[in-house]
């Protein structure tokens, strides 16, 4: 339901320049974090996010953020503040990264900040949240997967924890976290960038308020939600209504034999404007750091309708959440969890099976919309990496790195995105720069490249693998968690798109023989021994034999896929080859090969 106009509501061109002004605050935030930030998780993958909401914990402005920090999350976790501390004073700040209410996963230390105008009433939120290198867990990573409950994962967990009063940090909370945080002096940095974030979107939204008045700002917001609602109700409206139910499941993990199954149930009512993800039907919370909080479970399904719609003018605020119901039931491993349930993993592998089947679903029920899935995520390419640095004094070091993961799935109008890392970040956070992590870290990045042949096959296609090599330089030796998903079960396509390419990791030792590794473990590298990760590869959206040949040449010609499956799966006939960069079409021997309606063949 849309609220009535406010009488201070501005007109076209004033919402529009308070929403820009709005936008820039946000950036002001991020650009903080990115360029004062100590550790490679936020100043190179960029894994961190800003959000402005109002008073009443509605999310207004995100500006570039992670969707699986941002669409529902900063809402619960302000409510939280707010129903620890009612009274919110200037100069208040809350450290808060508790899964049970409201965060995404314990690594995900969040900044909030009431923003308290002259007379002492509460206008506004800024939240900056930041994933941790470390967060106090058990072992050196900052997600544990294979923990049977939160007890065992061991993170420092804060529910809405006031860290400053009057603009003093509570020292108190400071040597908690720096005797118990592997790196200190790394965390320390971070901590002073994300608290610089808030406190810049603090001193702005102050600033505006004296400059418009906060009446003006109130209206605006309110505004702004119907305006973004009005957006959502045109989008949803060129859908067609259906109901459809999908299945996925997580691979088979440590004392889960048959893996973790997710249902989805997508029900779309054009004519009513309104989406209903239903999650009820799924297991209980279950003995692993899988598990999703309410707000990685709202989050996730709302990724999936807002990558289905392809329409960027819909603005990703509560004003447009107005239309997405999604149901969630507690204790369950896609829902509401129930403490002790360990969340450390909350932001990614189970989140993907939601976010993957609401995309297909809505692929199914409506053409020309929805995506293929995205490949599944966390391979030994994007593994967390700690050890001592024997070229810096042997001080202690650990970061998660995002060296190789690609995973983009097909869409009705794209090709994958190579660099999405996977669909809950939506390509917020970015590969690494080879040169920065190897000057970062005592590491030595031998290989990384496309896999040729592993792309979901489509009219269009999904985002190839890529493969990398790595261990330790220097001498010292290198330790490595990482969870992968995706090793048994591909991204699947979707409207005749085939499935995309599986997870590996593997481990080559001194002597260049290669053994395999399981798909979730901890390995501690010696000199001259390597790790060896193949990320998942996207699935394909529609028919492969549709595709637009010189697509098919394009990818030819980069070493993506071989003459063999240009001609096989896509039915593409060439004349030329790589070698002599004369690569043509045969129109003839293409006609002949697509009439004869060749089979979809699996990525290998």
Same mark, same amino acid.
């Given at each position: 339901m849309t609220s009535s106009p406010s009488k201070n509501a501005p007109d076209g061109v004033q919402m529009a320049m308070?929403?820009? +002004?709005?936008?820039?605050?946000?950036?002001?935030?991020?650009?903080?974090?990115?360029?004062?930030?100590?550790?490679?998780?936020?100043?190179?993958?960029?894994?961190f996010s800003c959000v402005v909401l109002t008073a009443d914990c509605q999310m207004l402005?995100?500006?570039?953020?992670?969707?699986?920090?941002?669409?529902?999350?900063?809402?619960?976790? $302000?409510?939280?503040?707010?129903?620890?501390?009612?009274?919110?004073?200037?100069?208040? $700040?809350?450290?808060?990264?508790?899964?049970?209410?409201?965060?995404?996963?314990?690594?995900?230390? $969040?900044?909030?900040?009431?923003?308290?105008?002259?007379?002492?009433?509460? +206008?506004?939120?800024?939240?900056?949240k930041a994933h941790q290198a470390d967060c106090g867990n058990s072992r050196p990573s900052t997600y544990l997967a294979d923990v049977k409950d939160v007890y065992e994962e061991g993170a420092l967990i804060f529910s809405a924890t006031k860290i400053q009063e009057d603009y003093r940090t509570n020292q108190d909370i400071v040597r908690m976290c720096e005797s118990r945080i592997r790196v200190p002096d790394q965390w320390w940095g971070d901590f002073l960038a994300t608290l610089g974030s808030v406190r810049i979107g603090e001193r702005e939204l102050l600033a505006l308020g004296d400059e418009l008045g906060w009446d003006a700002l109130?209206?605006?917001?309110?505004?702004?939600?119907?305006?973004?609602?009005?957006?959502?109700?045109?989008a949803i409206s060129k859908l067609t209504t259906g109901k459809i139910t999908l299945h996925s499941a997580h691979d088979p993990f440590l004392g889960l034999p048959d893996g973790i199954p997710v249902k989805v149930e997508v029900e779309i009512d054009a004519e009513n404007a309104r989406i209903t993800v239903d999650l009820t039907d799924n297991?209980?919370?279950?003995?692993c750091g899988l598990n999703l909080t309410e707000a990685t479970s709202k989050s996730a399904a709302m990724i999936g309708i807002f990558?289905?719609?392809?329409?960027? +003018?819909?603005?990703?605020?509560?004003?447009?959440?107005?239309?997405?119901?999604?149901?969630?039931?507690?204790? $369950?491993?896609?829902?509401?969890? +129930?403490?002790?349930?360990?969340?450390?993993?909350?932001?990614?592998?189970?989140?993907?099976?939601?976010?993957?089947?609401?995309?297909?679903?809505?692929?199914?029920?409506?053409?020309?919309?929805?995506?293929a899935a995205t490949g599944p995520i966390q391979p030994p390419g994007m593994g967390v990496i700690s050890g001592r640095d024997p070229h810096n004094k042997d001080e202690p070091f650990i970061n998660q790195v995002h060296i190789g993961v690609s995973g983009g799935a097909g869409t009705p109008v794209t090709d994958g995105f190579l660099s999405i890392i996977h669909a809950g970040n939506a390509g917020m956070c970015r590969i690494d720069s080879v040169e920065v992590d190897e000057l970062h870290h005592p590491i030595l990045i031998d290989d990384r490249h496309l896999i040729e042949d592993s792309e979901g096959a489509g009219t269009y296609r999904g985002a190839p693998s890529i493969y990398s090599e790595y261990g330790p330089w220097g001498g010292s030796e290198l330790t490595i968690l990482y969870a992968a998903d995706g090793t048994v079960t591909p991204a699947a396509g979707t409207r005749g798109g085939g499935s995309g390419g599986t997870c590996r990791a593997a481990m080559r030792k001194v002597d260049g023989s290669v053994v395999e590794l399981p798909p979730c473990h901890g390995i501690t590298l010696?000199?001259?021994?390597?790790?060896?990760?193949?990320?998942?590869s996207?699935?394909?959206?529609?028919?492969?034999?549709?595709r637009d040949p010189a697509r098919v040449i394009h990818d030819l010609a980069e070493g993506w896929i071989s003459l063999e499956r240009a001609r096989d799966v896509y039915g593409v006939a060439v004349v030329g080859s790589r070698a002599t960069d004369d690569l043509a079409l045969d129109p003839v021997g293409t006609e002949k090969l697509r009439s004869k309606g060749r089979p979809l063949a699996a990525a290998s």
């Open positions: 308070i929403s820009s +002004r709005m936008e820039t605050i946000a950036r002001k935030m991020q650009n903080t974090i990115f360029r004062t930030a100590r550790s490679g998780i936020l100043n190179t993958a960029h894994d402005s995100a500006a570039e953020s992670l969707p699986n920090h941002t669409l529902i999350g900063p809402d619960l976790m $302000c409510q939280a503040v707010l129903k620890h501390h009612p009274i919110m004073k200037r100069g208040d $700040c809350f450290l808060h990264n508790s899964p049970y209410e409201g965060n995404s996963h314990a690594a995900d230390h $969040c900044m909030i900040v009431p923003v308290v105008d002259d007379g002492g009433v509460l +206008r506004f939120f800024v939240l900056a109130e209206g605006y917001a309110s505004r702004w939600f119907d305006y973004s609602e009005q957006k959502m109700i045109q297991p209980d919370c279950q003995p990558n289905a719609l392809l329409d960027h +003018r819909v603005i990703p605020n509560s004003g447009s959440f107005r239309r997405i119901d999604v149901r969630l039931r507690e204790n $369950c491993c896609v829902g509401i969890p +129930r403490h002790p349930a360990s969340c450390s993993v909350a932001t990614t592998n189970l989140a993907d099976h939601v976010t993957n089947p609401v995309q297909r679903a809505i692929a199914e029920l409506s053409a020309g919309y929805g995506q010696k000199a001259g021994e390597k790790i060896i990760s193949h990320s998942a996207g699935g394909g959206y529609g028919v492969p034999t549709e």
